[in-house]
């Protein structure tokens, strides 16, 4: 995720949408980053994606930052820096939580100031994909998402039929927290194993009671 200097506005029109779309096809393309769901809001973006490089991210995310500036300070006739520094990012346990987190991001236009009153009214997001099938470059489908049904017909009328109840208060914390944090969103084995490979901690320490002062006499 990655949001605005001070939250301020980073698309006004279509053609900055169109724009940063056509920055993030190729960047994602040139450095290996597979995109499964994505959503563009007036002043953040998330995405969902695969890296198959260590850089992928990096590089991606680093392309498009340059010249998207370089365009929206042309275009807009500003100077300076548009992005509130580096973006933010979490790890998932995609076998329990990739679903959960493409609903999160296709749902963002609804939950914002119910900016559209379902997922498939809003334009710039990967919803049109993943739900009803459009042609969309900037896509990968995920093997989970593959996983839902055998044909493509009934994959969209599954995938769909998620969008029918809203996420958890809980749910939606989570996600959050995760990506601001940047602790890992999984089931507990999952963390853990990602703890061993990366050597670092991936989730909060355990709430206790504190640890009382020992008085001197």
Not at 79 to 95: F, M, N, P, V
Not at 108 to 113: D, E, K, M, S, T
Request: glycine share 6%; charged share 30%; with cysteine.
């Amino acid at each position: 995720m990655q949001r605005g200097n001070n939250r301020e506005l980073i698309f006004g029109v279509e053609d900055d949408y169109q724009f940063y779309l056509e920055c993030l096809e190729e960047a994602s393309k040139v450095n290996g980053l597979k995109i499964h769901a994505y959503v563009l809001m007036t002043n953040h973006v998330h995405l969902l994606a695969s890296p198959t490089e260590e850089t992928s991210i990096s590089k991606t995310f680093q392309s498009v930052g340059r010249r998207y500036v370089q365009y929206y300070n042309s275009h807009y006739n500003r100077t300076g820096t548009l992005w509130e520094g580096r973006y933010k990012s979490t790890i998932i346990d995609s076998t329990n939580y990739l679903l959960t987190c493409m609903k999160y991001i296709e749902m963002n236009p609804v939950r914002a100031r119910n900016m559209v009153k379902h997922p498939k009214d809003y334009r710039w997001s990967s919803y049109g994909y993943n739900a009803q099938g459009k042609e969309d470059r900037l896509i990968t489908p995920h093997r989970t998402y593959k996983k839902l049904a055998a044909s493509d017909e009934e994959r969209l009328q599954v995938y769909r039929h998620l969008f029918r109840t809203h996420l958890s208060e809980n749910e939606l914390s989570e996600i959050r927290d995760c990506t601001n944090k940047g602790w890992v969103l999984g089931a507990s084995y999952f963390k853990e194993k990602v703890e061993k490979l990366t050597e670092r901690r991936a989730q909060p320490k355990p709430k206790g009671r504190p640890k009382k002062k020992l008085s001197r006499v």
